[in-house]
């Protein structure tokens, strides 16, 4: 065995050893760590396996997509309506019954979340069509449009979704384990998608459009994959938040979700995975921490009233001097490796 | 069909549209000049309300005084927008500069919510626009014929700002060619403010005559209206300030005639609009009028 070959399996062994620390880890927060905590972690997941996803079709192949709260809400509301029973169902759908095979399908939790990945990812296949025939900020606006219609939609098919009232009573299936095993799979699919041919088709095609197409490179079909994988994975996310939360309704799947992953992807910095993973991370435990800035303060004899909305303020700023200072992010378009790793511990360095 | 609902409906789709027209002039100048969809001129229509309201029922200043200084304050405030958001990131990539305008968006509605308060407040409807007359058998609200008298007057104005004076044509020639313009010796930096100033202060005449209609405002009031406007502004060709006009009453006459006739379709209204702009990007992306300059 070579050097070389033996330097990679090693990092593979650190990968995997790795991943098996990080739900060692996780075994001991379930135990130890109070219900506050395992939410926020979970929440965690869930944005880790937003922001990746997201990053694919934004940052990677460079099509600024704003339209990921329609693959949420459509995986979201299938995965919720396969794990209702059907006596649940019959019981929150008062004003107008559910239709047919909706009423009676009932499926365990794996199974439906795929499906509603599933479905999030027809649904990106459709919206390719229209959406790749423009770009750029139309491009933005368009699929921003999608994302609209999706929500309006989903207040008046009210045999479907149950109109504005929404589904409640949803198992809280969502566990660190499902959370963070869907994260680590989604991390895992999209960074071999990145490093394979398509992953630099999908690159190309983010640096010079035209260019791309000169060297053979069929520009339509590789930003549909980047949006279809991007649509599976947010979809999934969709499924697992709504059994975080155990009620979804169409206004959760505002824009606001959207502003939200925009910001992390955008500080993590765009193209970068690992930006977006620590930024998912860094962004959802800070949401927690500004809640301190929106409650009533008593420093010494004065009392601070809480700001409420206080939060969303702070990130709104943060995205603009990010744009204005720092348009890299925070990892530009770098990627973790253990190599680097290793060079910044400063062990086994190569001698000369 | 019967005549008289129908031309009832027609004002009023003519009214909404020509609210739609104000505020898509905004944008489409915006983007005419520096490429940039401004994405927070809902929100700074909304600013506008909260001016004018400030006015009327925190200072007690008679209703047009306070219209008219919400309308300057609200030409300040995109200026202030330009020169601290729009400005370091001018040359950018757009998708930066586009990412920024998000940011401000998101900043003057959280920002709302946190000084104004989510709670929505009662906004001053002048007497002579809170009529009802009756012209024979057609019910006329007084109000729905002033929005498109005063849109008029004020197209009018920017017309003549456009094709009349010196700053008109600047404003021409730079959103032909920005640095031909500059090598002319005129200061693109004055132009681009001016524009985004022009642009503001009639968000903020539509901003007020939208919340005289419905009349109350909240800090999220900007958003739906801002989107529309954008719509109509993509349907008429951005850019092109006559197809501004032209997208936002055919996008106001064709949803209240929908809301109106087609009572079934009436939750998907807000839907409406996307899907009239997905439809004409797709067919005819430069949109009706065409054409991709200002004027």
């Given at each position: 065995m070579s050097d070389r070959h033996r330097r990679e399996w090693i990092y593979k062994l650190c990968t995997y050893g790795a991943i098996v620390g990080l739900f060692a880890f996780f075994l001991q927060v379930q135990n130890q760590a109070d219900e506050y905590q395992i939410r926020i972690l979970n929440v965690s997941a869930i944005f880790v396996t937003l922001a990746v996803s997201y990053n694919l079709i934004n940052?990677?192949?460079?099509?600024?997509?704003?339209?990921?709260n329609a693959f949420m809400a459509v995986g979201a509301y299938t995965t919720a309506l396969l794990t209702l029973s059907p006596a649940e169902k019959e019981l929150s759908f008062i004003i107008e019954p559910i239709i047919w095979p909706l009423s009676v399908l009932h499926l365990p939790f794996l199974p439906s979340l795929l499906i509603g990945g599933a479905f999030a990812a027809l649904l990106g296949f459709i919206m390719a069509f229209p959406v790749f025939r423009v770009r750029g900020d139309y491009l933005a606006i368009v699929t921003l449009g999608f994302g609209e219609v999706i929500r309006v939609v989903a207040n008046n098919v009210q045999s479907i979704t149950n109109g504005p009232l929404g589904l409640k009573?949803?198992?809280?299936?969502?566990?660190l384990w499902w959370s963070w095993g869907v994260a680590v799979f989604t991390v895992f699919c999209v960074t071999r998608l990145v490093k394979s041919s398509f992953g630099r088709a999908m690159q190309a095609i983010r640096e010079d459009e035209v260019a791309a197409a000169a060297m053979g490179i069929n520009v339509f079909r590789h930003k549909m994959l980047a949006f279809v994988v991007h649509a599976f994975f947010a979809g999934m996310a969709g499924g697992l938040m709504a059994h975080l939360i155990t009620t979804i309704s169409p206004t959760l799947f505002s824009f606001f979700l959207t502003f939200n992953l925009l910001v992390i992807i955008v500080i993590g910095g765009l193209g970068s995975m690992t930006g977006s993973i620590i930024a998912a991370i860094i962004i959802t435990h800070a949401g927690e921490w500004l809640r301190a800035v929106e409650e009533p303060m008593a420093i010494g004899p004065f009392n601070i009233p809480g700001i409420p909305g206080m939060r969303m303020v702070v990130f709104s700023i943060m995205l603009i001097l990010v744009m204005i200072f720092a348009r890299q992010g925070l990892m530009g378009r770098r990627e973790f490796s253990w190599e680097w790793f290793c060079g910044f511990l400063k062990i086994g360095k190569r001698r000369g | 069909m019967d005549l008289s609902l129908f031309l009832q409906q027609l004002l009023n789709g003519i009214s909404l549209g020509s609210l739609y027209a104000l505020i898509a002039i905004g944008y489409t100048m915006v983007y005419g000049i520096i490429r940039l969809i401004n994405f927070a001129h809902g929100d700074i229509l909304m600013v506008s309300t909260y001016f004018a309201y400030f006015g009327i029922?925190?200072?007690?200043?008679?209703w047009w005084l306070s219209v008219i200084i919400a309308i300057l304050l609200t030409a300040l405030l995109g200026i202030l927008i330009d020169l601290g958001a729009y400005r370091p990131v001018r040359h950018a990539p757009r998708i930066s500069a586009l990412i920024t305008a998000i940011g401000v968006s998101f900043l003057l509605e959280n920002l709302g919510l946190v000084v104004f308060g989510g709670r929505p407040k009662a906004f001053y409807r002048p007497d002579f626009l809170d009529k009802t007359y009756e012209l024979g058998g057609v019910h006329v609200f007084s109000l729905s014929i002033w929005v498109p008298l005063v849109t008029a007057l004020l197209l009018a104005l920017v017309f003549l700002l456009l094709y009349r004076t010196r700053v008109g044509a600047a404003m021409r020639a730079v959103a032909k060619d920005m640095e031909m313009v500059q090598l002319m010796g005129i200061d693109v930096n004055r132009v681009i403010s001016l524009t985004f100033a022009v642009g503001s202060a009639l968000a903020a005449a539509g901003g007020i005559m939208w919340a005289m209609k419905y009349p109350q405002i909240n800090p999220l009031m900007g958003i739906l209206p801002g989107l529309k406007a954008f719509v109509a502004a993509v349907i008429g060709g951005i850019g092109n300030i006559h197809g501004a006009v032209l997208g936002g009453l055919l996008l106001g006459t064709t949803e209240i005639l929908l809301v109106a006739f087609l009572p079934s379709l009436a939750g998907y209204r807000d839907a409406f609009a996307f899907v009239l702009l997905i439809l004409i990007l797709l067919f005819r992306p430069t949109g009706l009028a065409g054409k991709d300059t200002i004027g």
């Open positions: 940052g990677v192949a460079g099509q600024f997509s704003l339209g990921p009573g949803l198992s809280e299936y969502t566990n | 029922s925190v200072y007690a200043l008679p």
